[in-house]
């Protein structure tokens, strides 16, 4: 059978890549895969043993140990029954521990076709999370305090991975301060590129 094949969609926290990947789903049918998503999900189940490790990562921008994530990655893409076999995996890999446990786990068992980063200043992405926030977003991380570490976290930690991706020549940046239809009609030219 063919291997699933994937893009990364990364940038930082608000920098728009839900959106984005929303905007690819509906004009592709590919599937759109948020670790932050599936992590929130496995969050809120009563029988979960990680419910309270993943809700003190979440709140203080750190980031959740990758075999808990990479195992939730795995899982929803083998249940998955689109026939695309076309993933947008959004949010992840985020830092060294996540790429070598990707690495690991996932690598052979699919292609990666590209990484899109998406590119917004700190202030837009904080403003535009705290604007989610306010209008009743109910994400425990949507705060003042736990934008500043989330923005830490991604400078420090996401950031040499998106270079690393960069120097193999995956990525493909976008303006994500444009309008989100912008950023989708900039992100349709690059698919072609990589045969989807
Ligand atoms: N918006 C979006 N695009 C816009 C545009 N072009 N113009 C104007 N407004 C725009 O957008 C954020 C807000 O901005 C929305 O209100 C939207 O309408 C508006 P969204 O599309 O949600 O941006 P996104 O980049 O997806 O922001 P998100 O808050 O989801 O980013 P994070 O990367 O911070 O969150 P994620 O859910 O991926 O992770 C949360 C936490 O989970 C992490 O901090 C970490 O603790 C944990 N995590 C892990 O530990 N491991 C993982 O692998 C993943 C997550
Ligand atoms: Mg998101």
Redesign the pocket.
């Known amino acids: 059978m063919q291997k699933p094949e994937v893009v990364f ?1 990364l ?12 905007y690819i789903v509906e004009h592709y049918g590919y599937v759109h895969l ?7 999900e496995e969050r809120a189940k009563p029988c979960s043993e990680y419910g309270e490790l ?1 809700e003190t ?10 075999e ?2 990479c195992s939730l ?1 795995d899982r929803a893409m083998q249940t998955s029954e689109n026939p695309h076999h076309r993933f947008l995996i ?5 830092n060294q521990d ?1 790429l070598d446990g990707w690495n690991k786990m996932m690598a052979d068992k699919v292609i990666l076709k590209g990484v899109i980063f ?1 590119e ?1 200043s700190q202030e ?2 904080t403003q ?2 705290l ?2 926030g306010a ?1 009743g ?1 109910g ?1 425990s ?2 705060n003042e305090q ?1 934008l500043v ?2 923005h830490q ?2 400078l420090k930690n996401t950031l040499p991975i998106i270079e690393m991706y960069e120097q193999q020549g995956l990525v493909y940046k976008v303006n ?5 239809k ?2 989708f009609q900039d992100v349709a030219e690059f698919f072609p590129k990589i045969g989807w």
């Open positions: 969609i940038g930082g926290p608000g920098a728009g890549k839900g959106t984005l990947c929303r948020s670790a932050g998503d599936l992590l929130r993943i990562h979440i709140r203080n921008g750190t980031i959740v140990p990758v808990i994530t990655i959004d949010g992840f890999p985020r996540n998406c917004c837009v992405c535009r999370c604007k989610r209008s977003s994400r991380d949507d736990s570490l989330r976290t991604y994500s301060m444009k309008t989100p912008e950023v």
